[in-house]
């Protein structure tokens, strides 16, 4: 899975999940050095997790993202970021209804697909259901 950066899926044998080279994507984002032990370091690379991170940083800011990794249990850590990412992602491209927008979408389509199959299963009883 790349949702947030290379890092996804991925791993790393370092604390710090850069592999030992530069800067995380959000240490790099927001300027500073990539301490070992950084949270953010394991899901977000130096390169795509730049871009991801900056929506993450824009729509929920870094302290609060960082509060809420930490108050997660490690093993849950990696489905949070990618709610993180896909949420702030989601707002960047509609800013008024985020992720409600594309749930809905799902939920018409959803709505749609049922109203199909019972048109087909009614057209099916006509034609077919007496020949039993």
């Known amino acids: 899975m790349n949702y947030c950066g290379g ?11 850069n592999g030992g080279g530069g800067p995380c994507g959000a240490c790099k984002f927001l300027r500073r050095k990539c301490i070992k032990g950084c949270i953010f370091a394991p899901y977000f690379d ?3 997790g730049t871009v991801h991170f900056a ?3 824009k729509v929920f800011g870094a302290s ?3 509060k809420l990794l930490m108050r997660i249990p490690a093993h849950k850590r990696l ?5 993180l990412c896909y949420e702030a992602l989601a707002r960047a ?4 209804y985020g992720c409600v927008a594309h749930i ?3 939920q018409q389509q ?3 697909q049922f109203n199909y199959l019972s048109f087909t299963n009614q057209v099916l009883m006509r034609n077919f259901g007496n020949n039993g």
């Open 7 to 17: 890092k996804i899926g991925g791993g790393g044998s370092d604390q710090r999940g």
């Open 46 to 48: 130096s390169d795509q």
């Open 55 to 57: 929506a993450v940083h």
């Open 64 to 66: 609060n993202a960082s």
């Open 79 to 83: 489905d949070a970021v990618v709610t």
């Open 93 to 96: 491209r509609d800013p008024v």
């Open 104 to 106: 809905f979408a799902l």
């Open 110 to 112: 959803g709505v749609l």
